[in-house]
């Protein structure tokens, strides 16, 4: 008999992304129990201004992001451009950001990726009926879940299931450890907009009355159900769908030329829909295959008869496999991705909003006519990826090394997109630096091939290069602390241009900065939260020599935030109330850029004989810093309904408590003779209440 011989294995850290648990969300001030808010928390990620809640993360535009619900691709995160999350709060179990330098897993057209996984439903309510009722002024939402079980194949106890414990488990953790063959469980979900009462009340606080002709109006719709087939294989099916509409009248204060002015109508629907197998082949072997549906347009009709339409249905083969040494200090990843995409584009003289060009010019024109453009492609992509992640020389050293290639049919090209990390463990406790790289490629959207007067039919894809460096400690008491610098080059952008009058490679731009984040938790009572952010992001467009800063640039950002929860013995003496938060958050930040106005001059339309004033702008400039407080208190209530548990919540916010006079952006007057700044969100008290049973 040999003596017992003991191995230890240090669990290899896979990415540097961070991690946000749905719960921290749903109470973080400024959010209305939003968490796709409540991401702005994070240094270098923040919203684009009071009202458009769209993400722009490291110096990038939000389009650069990548958006996951359960393996699922989302059409866009945000009901009418920041209002609420296409997704339920509720459900919502955890936030993956992966903001630069992440690994061959995720595939091409992002610069970030924002991972979100709802969390599995809790073991101790298999057999009931469960039900959440939200009504806001803004909005009203109800989201249903139960599960399911067949004779023969009782639930473990409860006492032994880790999704009690673990309220950030996924799909895959909960399939393979949590649930007894032939048990599942389900979620419905459903919101509607009611913004009229919210309108009122913005247009007696901002000029609305002549610019909204219909007040905008949302919906959206969420399925899910997850079932362990046997003791190998899993099965979830789940569906997200979306609509956004809205009609505006434009008019001389929003658009200077004539031909622009008039009703605007903008429709935005999109669905998907999704089947996961989860297998446990091996004991360290695993996959996952998906087969998803999506389908997503925009349209928008302005003016007199300019309209822009794209559709495009994907239809996407997705597998991801696992495999995990004996040991835990190795990890084999590698996977692929088939998507076929019709696609239709329709312009009538116009195109798509992008940034940069203070008077953006939406028309395209030859000989004075509008260019008329009906397109229709089937797009291909081939996509696969290996990774390796071992630990190197010794357990102080691990790294993660990996390529994806990607092939794209309408360039007819094959990208190789090598990606990697080197994690070193410092010789004091608790603290690891991080090196990532990372290229990334981005390919032409149709509608940049086919519009222009000239087509352009060699585009290219664009290219990004990620250098992160990060610092990662963690403090005694709960404290931690992260310091990343990071620098990004940005290679062949597309842009339209104005003489050729198409869109063409030549864009270059990069982006550098750093950020500081320290944060301390006392768990289930107290947490704070600092974080510091420098960013410099800038482009330089086709015909210039010198770089200019990006529209969403953000050069300095700091957010300092803090949450306290009632202790279990202060709340045993009042016995209904179950729960009671408080938090706050303060956030400064740069101002906007604008172009100021140095002069103007005389100009006669060639088409309409029309004569009008033309401005001449300056160099750019911010507006005065932004900053906000804002506070919020929540507190839950329990009780019995007919013996059945409920749970009544009421969650109060103070947005910008102090009623600072943030710029939204700057406009000119009709005959540009002034500038007239356009103020942000006053003070604005919020109250959300919620019923579950």
């Known amino acids: 008999m040999l003596k017992e011989v003991k191995t230890e294995a240090t669990r290899l850290e896979k990415t540097t992304h961070r991690t946000l648990s749905g719960d921290l969300l749903r109470k973080a001030t400024s959010s209305a129990g939003d968490p796709f808010r409540a991401m702005a928390r994070l240094p270098s990620v923040g919203t684009v201004n009071d009202f458009f809640g769209a993400l722009s993360v490291r110096g990038g535009a939000p389009g650069d992001n990548l958006y996951y619900f359960d393996r699922l691709p989302l059409g866009y995160p945000y009901h009418l451009l920041g209002i609420v999350s296409v997704v339920s709060p509720e459900v919502i179990g955890k936030i993956d950001v992966h903001p630069g330098g992440f690994g061959a897993q995720f595939g091409a057209d992002s610069q970030a990726v924002i991972d979100i996984h709802s969390r599995p439903k809790n073991v101790k309510s298999l057999g009931r009926f469960d039900g959440t009722l939200k009504p806001t002024f803004i909005y009203s939402e109800a989201l249903f879940s139960g599960s399911f079980s067949f004779r023969g194949a009782p639930a473990k106890d409860s006492t032994d299931s880790k999704t009690n414990e673990d309220p950030m488990s996924t799909d895959q953790e909960y399939l393979e450890n949590r ?6 469980y389900w ?3 459903g919101r509607r907009s009611s913004l009229e009462p919210f309108f009122e009340l913005a247009s007696r606080l901002v000029d609305l009355e002549d610019l909204v002709r219909d007040v905008p109006r949302f919906w959206s719709y969420q399925l899910k159900g997850v079932y362990k087939l046997n003791d190998v294989h899993g099965v979830v099916l789940n569906a997200v769908t979306a609509y956004d509409a809205s009609k505006l009248q434009l008019g001389a204060n ?31 072997f695993r996959s996952i295959l998906s087969l998803t549906r999506s389908f997503t347009e925009n349209e928008i009709a302005f003016g007199e008869g300019y309209y822009y339409r794209t559709a495009a249905s994907v239809y996407a083969l997705r597998n991801d496999f696992t495999w995990t040494t004996s040991s835990e200090n190795t990890d084999v990843e590698f996977g692929y991705l088939l998507s076929s995409t019709p696609t239709t584009v329709i312009s009538h003289g116009t195109r798509r909003l992008e940034e940069g060009d203070p008077d953006y010019e939406y028309r395209i024109r030859h000989n004075l006519e509008k260019v008329n453009v009906t397109e229709t492609q089937n797009l291909h992509r081939l996509e696969g990826y290996l990774q ?13 090394f990996g390529m994806r290639a990607s092939y794209f049919n309408l360039t007819d090209s094959l990208s190789l997109q090598p990606r990697g990390q080197l994690r070193y463990s410092l010789p004091w406790e608790d603290a690891s630096l991080y090196f990532s790289y990372g290229r990334y490629a981005q390919n032409p959207r149709l509608d940049q091939f086919v519009l222009g ?3 352009n039919s060699s585009l290219e894809q664009s290219l990004a290069t990620h250098y992160v460096l990060e610092l990662r400690q963690r403090l005694p008491f709960g404290a931690n602390v992260n310091i990343a610098s990071y620098y ?18 030549g864009q270059t731009g990069f982006v550098r900065g750093f950020e500081v984040s320290f944060g301390y938790e006392i768990p289930e009572v107290f947490d704070a939260w600092v974080a510091y952010a420098y960013t410099v992001s800038k482009r330089r467009d086709l015909s210039e020599r010198f770089h200019r800063f990006y529209t ?24 209904i109330v179950k729960a009671l938060d408080i938090n706050a958050k303060w956030q400064y930040q740069s101002g906007v850029l604008y172009a100021p106005l140095v002069d103007r001059f005389r100009y006669t339309n060639p088409r309409t004989k029309e004569k009008k004033w033309r401005p001449i702008y300056g160099e750019w400039k911010r507006t005065a810093p932004y900053h906000r407080l804002d506070l919020s208190l929540r507190f839950t209530l329990a009780g019995d309904l007919k013996d059945r548990g409920w749970e009544w919540g009421l969650a109060l916010e103070v947005w910008n408590v102090y009623n600072r006079d943030n710029i939204l952006e700057v406009r000119y007057s009709p005959n540009f003779t002034k500038e007239e700044p356009i103020s942000q969100l006053p003070i604005i008290p919020f109250i959300a209440t919620t019923l579950e049973f």
């Not at 429709?267 to 829909?273: G, K, R, S, T």
């Not at 390796?388 to 993660?400: D, E, H, I, K």
């Not at 300092?560 to 929860?565: E, R």
């Open 179 to 184: 649930l007894s063959t032939k048990q599942g």
């Open 187 to 189: 979620y419905a979900f």
């Open 254 to 284: 929003e658009v200077h030329d004539s031909d622009l002015r008039g009703p605007l109508t903008s429709e935005n629907p999109f669905d998907v829909q999704g089947i996961h197998f989860y297998s446990q082949l091996l004991p360290k």
């Open 388 to 400: 390796a992640r071992q630990n190197l020389f010794s357990r102080n050293v691990s790294g993660t």
């Open 453 to 455: 007067v000239t087509p």
């Open 488 to 505: 990004k080059t940005l290679q062949d952008l597309i842009a339209y241009n104005k003489s050729e009058r198409q869109y063409q490679n």
């Open 552 to 575: 969403y640039n953000s050069p300095y950002v700091l957010t300092v935030a803090s949450g306290y929860s009632a202790p279990q013995e202060f709340l045993f003496s009042v016995p």
